[in-house]
């Protein structure tokens, strides 16, 4: 793909008020949050490049590869939000690892449509959501020793996600993250999320990786005392509160009968009990 290609994004129309979580909110100071928007809409332009119905994966990898081009400095045009992403690099002084680790996902995502295990899709996520937490991290100048909690509370969000999607990620994609190990021991199949509703097998594989996103939660309750930064331990504590309630939601509900969603309610409660880590 050469320089003079049309650009390869086709953004969505999502933005960071769809997500289930704060994307560099007031929380967080004002010199901080243009860098923050700038990895989001990154992100967003790559997860719809993965996640389009109308492209090829051969296409949509090429067009993956034209934006770490772009972000990387092989090429200087194609990316709007790579180009922007690459300046928030320079002005920094943050790496570009994470960013391209997501790609990685992205790519996964063109490719891959099914998951074998628990530990290959914690894989996944290890590419798909953990870097965006670093990056944040980085960006505040945090200590590494925080990654530990924060790849927990990303992994976390990223399964909860899924289970949130599931019937719309097989119905559009043919995609299904549910791993293949849980379905059959529970006697759940694929298909079973074309359903009106979660049969008991499915509701079994539900509720056994909700268990594993409470033991992520568990770990990731520790990230809001850990960075020096106050805005930060405000931001990192609404989001653990969100992915708590989230998975409890999740625990009532039926994700295959409607989705299931934060509420109002959920977000003032995670603010309000965040409130502690103001110090």
Not at 68 to 94: F, M
Not at 161 to 177: E, I, M, V
Request: aromatic share 4%; with cysteine; hydrophobic share 45%.
């Amino acid at each position: 793909m050469s320089d003079a290609a049309a650009e390869v994004e086709a953004w969505s129309g999502k933005d960071r008020g769809d997500e289930n979580f704060p994307v560099g909110s007031v929380l967080i100071s004002a010199r901080m949050r243009p860098h923050i928007h700038a990895l989001y809409a990154f992100a967003r332009n790559g997860d719809d490049i993965a996640d389009s119905p109308v492209l090829a994966a051969a296409d949509k990898v090429a067009r993956l590869d034209a934006m770490e081009d772009v972000l990387l400095g092989r090429r200087e045009s194609g990316s709007p939000s790579a180009l922007r992403l690459r300046a928030s690099l320079a002005e920094t002084g943050v790496v570009p690892d994470h960013a391209v680790q997501l790609l990685v996902a992205f790519r996964r995502d063109a490719t891959k449509l099914r998951y074998a295990s628990w530990d290959e899709l914690l894989d996944y996520c290890r590419y798909s959501a953990m870097p965006v937490g670093r990056h944040v991290l980085d960006l505040h100048g945090e200590d590494r020793a925080t990654w530990v909690a924060s790849d927990a509370l990303c992994a976390a969000l990223q399964v909860l996600n899924h289970l949130q999607d599931g019937s719309k990620d097989l119905a559009g994609l043919d995609r299904c993250y549910l791993p293949d190990d849980l379905l059959a021991r529970h006697g759940a199949r694929v298909e079973d999320l074309r359903a009106p509703a979660a049969t008991p097998g499915l509701r079994a594989v539900f509720d056994a990786l909700l268990d594993q996103c409470d033991a992520l939660n568990r770990t990731a309750r520790d990230l809001p005392r850990r960075p020096r930064n106050r805005r930060l331990r405000l931001e990192t504590a609404v989001i653990v509160g969100l992915s708590h309630r989230l998975a409890a939601r999740l625990r009532r509900g039926d994700p295959v009968a409607t989705r299931v969603k934060l509420t109002r309610t959920d977000v003032l409660a995670s603010l309000l009990g965040a409130l502690r880590f103001v110090p």
